[in-house]
Every structure is written in structure tokens, then in C-alpha cells.
């Protein structure tokens, strides 16, 4: 399914709780991403990382944190310190570098909190 | 950071018409500019992408114009149906100077609506 999958689909949350979305790929890509995608506001980057072990801050970083321990792998954490976390979350992947770098998008995640 | 604006934020064409979807952005460096499509429920995905060293790209019925001076880009989209319906999004990638890494900053998007 396009090389990178999320899950879940779908996710419920009571406010307080801390959840995480799963992203996997097997294009071998070393640059990964999460956005965050409301009505009206476009992509917002979260966190993004460029190779193992390492990963910057976007945007949007407050209320969030990762970890890339395998190139495979970027799960995004929900903490409870986010104020506004029902959004639909959009994880993706790219070659790594300064050029034209297409990005590979997963079918996303939708976080509601209840 | 990059600030993109794009506009405008809803365009409804008739079918066989032409679209225009219009993007700035604030980093003179930057170097990439992509646009992507995204139909309802699905994800987004690349449609078409311009390097700072070319002025103009087509593939088919869809084109893509920079203007490094003026730090503008825009999609052409020609005879349109109503497959175009979609949210499009632009995008610029820059240099994060204090990471030294490339990230991709996204306009708001630009929801087309073609009418048959």
C-alpha cells in the first residue's frame, strides 16, 4: 500500500491519555515525517528525521515527541500536553538531501479525543 | 522559518476551463517547489515539481511556473474534468539552518471544484 503504512485508522483517546501512531516503510527511505493536517490549514510538520537516531523539531513540535530507533520506523507519541489533538496525522517518507526529494505519504491517521 | 502563502483557498471552475493556483514564499534559498493532490479520503501525492534552475514545467495537461525573483510558483491546470476535483497543495523545501537539514513547508491548500 504505497510503501508506508500507519495505523491505526482510526484511534479514540480520552483527554489525559497519552497514545501513539505507528508509521512503517520499506522504501529504504532515510527521511521521515509527521504532519498534522486540519480543515483549512494546510500540512503542519511536526517532527521530522533524516537518519536513525536523530530528528528535529517542526513546527508544531509542543505536545508531541518521536523516536527513530530502526530507518524503518517514526512513531509519533500524543502526549497529554497537546491541547488540540483531534486532527488527522500524516506520516511520510522521502530520500534523504537537498534536492528534489518527493515525498511518500502514508493513508494517515485520524485521532479523535473525546 | 519558510512562510508559503497560497491562494486562492476555493476555486470552482467549469469543465474545459482552465485553473490557476498561485504560491509565494519568503526564502530566497530555497530550491524545490512540488505541488500535490489530495482527493477526498485519500492521501496526498506528488502531481508535479519544479527545481530553482528551471523557469517553467508541463506534463500534460498540467504545468508549473517560477518566478525566483518575484518568489512566486503557480499550477496551470488546462481543460479541466472533473477527476481535477481534489485539494492541491503547494510546497517549498528549505534549508533548516540550525538542524543543516531540508524540510518541505506546505501552503494551506486550494480546494477545486470542477463542474461538469
Known amino acids: 500500500d504505497g510503501g508506508i503504512t500507519q495505523s491505526p485508522k482510526y484511534l479514540f483517546r480520552k483527554e489525559g491519555q497519552n497514545v501513539t501512531l505507528s508509521c512503517e516503510q520499506n522504501l529504504n527511505h532515510d527521511a521521515m515525517y509527521w504532519y498534522r493536517q486540519d480543515p483549512g490549514q494546510g500540512l503542519r510538520l511536526i517532527y521530522y528525521?533524516?537518519?536513525?537516531?536523530?530528528?528535529q523539531k517542526g513546527d508544531i513540535a509542543e505536545g508531541y515527541s518521536v523516536s527513530r530507533e530502526k530507518k524503518e520506523s517514526f512513531p509519533l507519541t500524543v502526549t497529554s500536553a497537546q491541547k488540540n489533538p483531534t486532527a488527522f496525522y500524516l506520516c511520510?517518507?522521502?530520500?534523504?538531501?537537498?534536492?528534489?526529494?518527493?515525498?511518500?505519504f502514508g493513508a494517515g491517521s485520524r485521532l479523535t479525543v473525546l | 522559518g519558510e512562510n508559503v502563502e497560497q491562494h486562492p483557498s476555493t476555486l470552482s471552475v467549469q469543465e474545459g476551463d482552465s485553473a490557476v493556483i498561485k504560491c509565494t514564499y519568503s526564502d530566497s534559498a530555497s530550491n524545490y517547489f512540488p505541488w500535490y493532490k489530495q482527493e477526498l479520503g485519500k492521501r496526498p501525492q506528488l502531481i508535479i515539481d519544479?527545481?530553482?534552475?528551471?523557469g517553467e514545467k508541463k506534463d500534460q495537461r498540467i504545468a508549473v511556473t517560477l518566478n525566483k525573483t518575484a518568489k512566486h510558483f503557480s499550477l496551470h491546470i488546462t481543460e479541466t474534468q472533473p477527476e481535477d476535483s481534489a485539494v492541491y497543495f503547494c510546497a517549498v523545501k528549505s534549508r533548516d539552518s540550525g538542524a543543516g537539514s531540508y524540510q518541505l513547508t506546505f501552503g494551506k491548500g486550494t480546494k477545486l471544484s470542477v463542474i461538469p
Open positions: 511520510a517518507s522521502s530520500l534523504r538531501g537537498s534536492g528534489a526529494n518527493v515525498l511518500t
Open positions: 528525521s533524516q537518519i536513525v537516531n536523530d530528528f
Open positions: 519544479i527545481r530553482s534552475n528551471v
